[in-house]
């Protein structure tokens, strides 16, 4: 049940980002990678972990603001052994870029809903998240590629909540 609300949340997060107008500024994929942080009660129960993920960015046209989908997966272990905690999630989100697309370096936030499946080894739960981030994307030669370092404050409806930051590098392509 958990794997099927999951991988319909990621066929919605692409849909939607599909499914915006035909003006599309353009339509940016991509892959990350990094270290996650746990934050809060979970960050008394595991170490640091990492992420990978994968997403699809819809810039609207005027290319500020953008809808996006994604997908992760990340993997914290206890502290003092005895287990680790997966996280297999999708979010969709709405993405400000700062100044114009064409730019060497541009800032951007983003903010969005989605949901996770939280396995602690044991039990496992999926539940509504919210994120709310930050990042930069910087020009990587002269065709589209651009690389993003991005962070995320993520919460998982748990009780309590489970909290984290991804602080991810990543490279997207397309237009």
Known sequence: MKRTLLAG??????????????????????????????MGDYNTIDKPG???????????????LGIRGDVSYSTTKRDGGGGDTKIIGGMASLVYGFGPSSSSMRPFVTGGLGISNVDFGTVSDSKLAF????????????????????????????????NFLPITVGLTFGR
């Open 9 to 38: 949340l990621a066929v919605w997060c692409l849909a939607v980002v599909a499914a915006s107008p035909v003006s599309a500024q353009g339509l940016r994929w991509g892959v990350s990678a990094g270290v996650l942080m746990p």
């Open 131 to 162: 994120g709310i981030g930050a990042g930069v994307m910087i020009k990587a030669g002269t065709g589209g590629m651009r690389i993003v370092l991005a962070t995320r404050y993520t919460s998982v409806a748990l009780n309590p909540s489970l």
């Open 50 to 64: 990492w992420i990978v993920g994968a997403g699809v960015t819809n810039w609207l046209s005027g290319g500020t």
